[in-house]
């Protein structure tokens, strides 16, 4: 099956809050830039609607996002676990992801465990106790800086997180880190990270990304 | 190639830190379960080793557990990320984990991105922090029981979280839980969760659970 072909019976309902923090993004901007048609539900979060009898049946504690696909007997937590999914399922051609097995794909799920549990945890900490996060940044900066050193001798000019390639693993960096600018939380423009900025300006031109607000 | 065939050219080294966080300590029991060699190296973070140019050289942001294996280009950080290399390279009869594309390994994942996301950053606030922990727990229990209740007509005896067997996502979750009786943080086995209890001490008895100590 290519990856843009979706059967009638792939209905997808993706519960998120009033606002898309950056595990729910992350995943909206897969299933966007992979034209799979979902359903966005949004949970009034702001007014507790997640402790809601309703919502707990999906999602028993009590939180976004969770992914209800005919596929699976049960809602998906986790917002990792979701993109991995939506990856085997939707993108089978690997247009935003690398064959299982490869060296690539151990590289990917690392960038996409460092967005869900290394970023995210610490920026949740930084919003709440203002811990200093800016060790995360320079790593992305490093990890950017030794990919480009790693592919001079072929295209120069790629400034992506695994293999030469836009995929999942920049969509879940990015998304973390966009989400410092929506809450001002850290001014990271201001530390001279070239690279990240190039990175972050490059994904934010994309369609899938832009229609994923 | 059988799970438990490793060949001699396949020399493992974990860096750890001097006693084993739980992110390590999965590790480890996957390993010993396994009985895949491997070569376990201390990183004395009591005095500041893991800042030593050396270290930083394997781990940019000096954090443990990285796994350096001659099969990646490079070492390989995150510990879901280490674990997801380890069953996709060592468990490929699938003895302690579900194959890829069906639903139990879909909630495996999701077990894997809970201990490693969420699980282990509420446990980290815990201990600086003194958060509230106990909903994890509770979600635990929760699955347990609707695991018991899916099971009941067949092996009602199962504790497991995932497909009524043992794996991996039992051993992500109970490193987790294991490292609240280290740190005292909590006492969640006065909370009356007979359920987790009764599945802590069956994993707690194994002999490859033991061996990682």
Do not use: C
Not at 46 to 60: A, T, V
Not at 153 to 168: K, M, T
Not at 189 to 198: A, D, L, P
């Amino acid at each position: 099956m290519s990856s843009t072909e979706v059967t009638s019976s792939d209905k997808l309902v993706l519960y998120t809050g009033f606002f898309s923090s950056p595990p729910s993004r992350k995943i909206v901007i897969l299933l966007d830039e992979l034209n799979v048609p979902y359903e966005k539900k949004t949970v009034a979060l702001q007014n507790g609607e997640h402790f809601q009898p309703w919502f707990k049946e999906i999602s028993p504690r009590s939180k976004v996002p969770v992914l209800v696909t005919p596929h699976l007997p049960q809602p998906l937590l986790e917002s990792g676990a979701i993109h991995d999914h939506i990856i085997q399922r939707y993108d089978t051609d690997h247009k935003f992801s690398f064959a299982p097995g490869t060296p690539e794909e151990a590289l990917q799920t690392q960038w996409l465990y460092f967005a869900a549990a290394t970023m995210n945890s610490n920026q949740v900490a930084a919003y709440f106790f203002r811990v200093q996060v800016k060790a995360d940044w320079e790593y992305v900066e490093l990890q950017l800086a030794s990919e480009r050193k790693r592919l001079e001798l072929g295209d120069a000019e790629s400034v992506w997180l695994v293999g030469g390639r836009y995929s999942v693993a920049d969509i879940s960096v990015w998304a973390q880190l966009a989400f410092v600018d929506v809450m001002a939380t850290v001014e990271w423009k201001t530390w001279g990270f070239k690279e990240v900025e190039r990175w972050y300006e490059a994904i934010l031109s994309r369609d899938g990304v832009k229609k994923g607000q």
